[in-house]
């Protein structure tokens, strides 16, 4: 009787992916298996795995939401041009530019570039991902950011694939063994304006050292952030630097605007659980149409802390208590109860201080004397090769020692973030090591009715995210609100600048609590809700070779899988977690 069931299995599998397959082939044959790899997201994380798998000789098809961005995968939301210019002065071009490859233009893409349909989380939706649209800070944690207590993942495990990723372009630090020499993604500082440096006196003025180095514990000081900009000035992202080269190859194919709705199961009567054969996507062109793609190893996710989770729900994995509920009998068919999809969703947030510039003379002149294209398009220098800031400090309570780690890293822009406000400067102090929170979670929306299944399986996840829950946080970011103050009363910045959001007046805890609560917003920085874990952590959701608890032939590279946020930024983690996800997948096939 066993063996009439396996016959009876295996041939309905072959059928079903015969039929599939006969409704879009060709004259030259029915391949089942087109491709050894799906790589769902084209992100930070999605290029680098698709690359590395691809470099080994693996067929790869890269599957995208988003649009195109970047000029050299067929961008098109132009904004320049580089080129040259001659002895007479004639400039030619040569090549155009979007904003998505300028440093400059960061917050047009930030803020006005294609978007989830999540609402207040601003997670990207383009080839490339949130890569893209992020301000370009270079930042690795703290080493003790990486101790989860999971074979072969801590920070000696990290760092080799922190070094991998990187080629450091700064003169004084060629010889550092902290920083990589033959990376693709290339990083440096650029102390470009007066500001900065302006900045940089006060902090020294008030008691804060100079630190050459942010990347090198401890975090303390103040000094120029290290930038993924290339020698060009242009973004060095992981869609620039992996994933052109990726689709160069001809075993690699990119579908952008292409949204994945599901995963596709078939039973394994050997294993006991269901194998991925491939996924279920709607595209852009065709709404209404569900299509299938096939792969013969395996679905590999990288859409992202928010995505992620919504494409396990839809394809049966989490908490079953939740997925075998009414409103969702018609869209999903339970297959694996994982309680932790969705939950462990942390950030780091920030809190926004506006100040103005005390006279005219002392705001930066590239504000006023903006004729700096040229520069940019036949040198590659200029405002236009940076973000438009280039420091920063590590803010803690002045009496904690050296060796303490800093509660907030403030950055200082010389205008306000997304306005043309004259004559104003906005800090962004951001908190360091947020405290988890269980109320922090993705779930599958709420309000279904009268949805047809596209549109269940399209429709966005429902975050719950409370920045100012825990009130250790807020008292962190209030103390490094009066730390930031402490330090701009000190000269040159104490004669050039004056607090205006909040002002003066703001100045007891207890106010400057209320301005903390009421202004606080999330980071871009998504990451845990599909965490590593051991098979004895409820919560886990994938073990430490990425491979999802109960299911075979389904991994996850992205942040959702990060136990515990890092220290600062996000990017440089998640390109090395990426670096080493792919060593781990390449792995299993020697």
């Known amino acids: 009787m066993d063996t009439i069931k396996f016959f009876v299995s295996l041939f309905l599998i072959i059928n079903v992916v015969l039929s599939d397959s006969l409704s879009s082939s060709s004259s030259a044959g029915i391949n089942l298996f087109p491709y050894d790899f799906i790589v769902v997201g084209s992100g930070v994380s999605g290029s680098i795995v698709a690359y590395r798998l691809a470099q080994k000789g693996y067929s790869v098809i890269i599957i995208e939401g988003g649009g195109k961005s970047i000029a050299s995968l067929g961008g098109i939301d132009y904004i320049g041009t ?134 090198v514990n401890p975090r303390s000081g103040c000094g120029y952030f290290q930038l993924n900009i290339d020698s060009k000035g242009e973004r060095s992202s992981t869609a620039h630097e992996y994933l052109t080269k990726a689709v160069a190859m001809s075993r690699v194919k990119l579908i952008d605007s292409a949204t994945v709705t599901r995963i596709k199961w078939t039973f394994n009567i050997f294993s006991g659980k269901n194998d991925a054969t491939g996924i279920e996507y709607v595209s852009d062109d065709a709404p209404n149409t569900v299509k299938t793609l096939y792969c013969s190893k395996e679905v590999i996710l990288a859409a992202g802390a928010l995505n992620t989770p919504k494409i396990l729900f839809n394809s049966g994995v989490g908490d079953s208590n939740v997925l075998t509920q009414t409103q969702y009998s018609n869209f999903i ?112 929306p709420s309000n279904v009715t009268g949805l047809s299944a596209i549109q269940f399986y399209k429709k966005g996840v429902n ?80 073990d430490n070779k990425l491979k999802v608890f109960g299911v075979n032939r389904v991994r996850i590279v992205d942040a959702s899988i990060l136990p515990r946020i890092p220290h600062g930024l996000l990017q440089a983690t998640v390109m090395a977690v990426a670096e080493k996800c792919a060593d781990t997948i390449l792995a299993d096939y020697i």
């Open 82 to 215: 580089k080129g040259t210019l001659n002895s007479d002065k004639v400039y030619t071009p040569q090549r155009p530019l979007t904003k998505y490859d300028v440093p400059f233009f960061f917050q047009s893409a930030d803020i006005n570039g294609n978007r989830w349909d999540i609402p207040n989380t601003n997670v990207a939706k383009m080839v490339g991902g949130s890569g893209l649209h992020n301000a370009m800070v270079y930042q690795r944690g703290i080493d003790s950011d990486y101790d989860w207590n999971i074979s072969n993942w801590n920070f000696v495990d990290l760092k080799p694939y922190f070094l991998k990723v990187e080629t450091i372009l700064d003169s004084n630090l060629q010889s550092s063994t902290e920083h990589g020499h033959n990376g693709f993604i290339k990083v440096k500082s650029i102390p470009f304006d007066k500001e900065g440096s302006d900045f940089v006196k006060s902090c020294n003025e008030s008691g804060l050292n100079f630190n050459d180095d942010f990347q």
């Open 333 to 444: 068919q339970p297959i694996k109860h994982l309680p932790g999809v969705g939950q462990n969703l942390q950030n780091h947030f920030i809190v926004f201080n506006v100040w103005s510039y005390a006279d005219s003379a002392s705001r930066p002149d590239f504000y006023t004397n903006y004729n700096v294209n040229l520069q940019y398009q036949t040198q590659g220098t200029g405002i236009l090769s940076t973000p438009g800031f280039s420091v920063g400090a590590w803010l803690k309570p002045n009496s904690s020692s050296a060796s303490t780690p800093a509660d907030s890293i403030m950055t200082i822009f010389p205008g306000a973030l997304g306005s043309t406000l004259p004559g104003m400067m906005t800090f962004a102090v951001s908190l360091c090591e947020p405290t988890p929170n269980p109320i922090n979670k993705v779930t599958l």
């Open 463 to 542: 975050v719950s995210f409370n920045p100012g829950a825990v009130n250790a946080d807020v008292e962190k970011l209030v103390s490094s609100i009066k730390e930031s103050r402490r330090i701009m009363s000190y000269p040159p910045m104490s004669q050039l600048s004056i607090p205006v959001l909040p002002d003066a007046s703001i100045s007891t805890d207890a106010q400057l609590e209320s301005y903390v609560r009421n202004n606080i917003v999330p980071h871009d920085h998504w990451i845990g809700t599909a965490k590593m874990g051991t098979s004895s952590d409820p919560l886990a959701v994938v």
